[in-house]
């Protein structure tokens, strides 16, 4: 039983380039949430998906950030015209439901480097 | 708004000594309480959680908190180090009976010497 599962592991880009980040959460878990952990800084919650549904993007950018967690496939974090402040890893979790009293089972990250 | 603090970023101790990561947090509703570990390089791995019923709890590997709701803390404490302690532990909070959201510390570096 695989556990949350990031790709890629390392991403560099260039700046003005889109970069974007699978996930693809445990077996039987249709809740995700990314996070963003800056070089020396907590985890800062982006946003909870369900199945096709946004449920709290409260943490997201206003602009150039978006994701998706359509009924087939990963979920998908797309940051488009990424800049140097972009660089950070980006951490993918599930959860089997919106309970959230089990906690999170987090992916290995995908760290992005912004040229 | 709910926050919570890890007032010390970096905790250097000597192996086998013990050890104190205070976490402290505020929230005007009951919350569920949680710690994560974070190996360098690596994901977070759920080290231990409060949900409710025994203020104490413990993990497999000799970590335990302790909930204090009088003082707002979850503190974790291991009586005896290991180095391969050394790595980066959260604190998290979430509120019961909202979204599933999560709010983390900023972490606090356990940094085990021999």
């Known amino acids: 039983n695989a556990g949350v599962m990031q790709n890629p592991r390392h991403l560099v880009r260039r700046r003005g380039q889109e970069a974007r980040l699978r996930c693809s959460p445990m077996k039987g878990h249709s809740h995700v949430y990314w996070y963003r952990q800056l070089p020396e800084e907590g985890l800062k919650f982006m946003v909870y998906l369900q199945k096709e549904n946004i449920i709290d993007e409260s943490g997201m950018p206003k602009e150039r950030f978006s994701a998706e967690f359509p009924k087939e496939g990963p979920s998908i974090l797309r940051i488009q015209q990424v800049v140097r402040g972009d660089s950070a890893a980006y951490f993918c979790?599930?959860?089997?439901?919106?309970?959230?009293?089990?906690?999170?089972?987090f992916g290995s990250g995908t760290r992005l480097t912004v040229v | 708004a709910q926050s919570v603090t890890q007032l010390d970023s970096q905790v250097p101790v000597f192996e086998e000594a013990p050890v104190e990561l205070r976490c402290n947090y505020s929230?005007?509703?009951?919350?569920?309480l949680f710690w994560y570990v974070q190996y360098p390089n690596q994901g977070l791995q759920l080290l231990l959680k409060y949900l409710s019923g025994s203020t104490l709890v413990e993990s497999i590997n000799g970590f335990e908190a302790e909930f204090n709701k009088s003082q707002t803390s979850f503190h974790l404490r291991k009586p005896s180090v290991h180095i391969s302690d050394t790595a980066e532990y959260f604190c998290?909070?979430?509120?019961?009976?909202?979204?599933?959201?999560?709010?983390f510390g900023t972490g606090t570096l356990l940094a085990v010497q021999p």
């Open positions: 929230s005007s509703v009951s919350v569920y």
């Open positions: 979790a599930s959860s089997p439901s919106g309970q959230g009293n089990s906690g999170y089972t």
């Open positions: 998290a909070v979430r509120l019961a009976g909202a979204t599933n959201k999560l709010i």
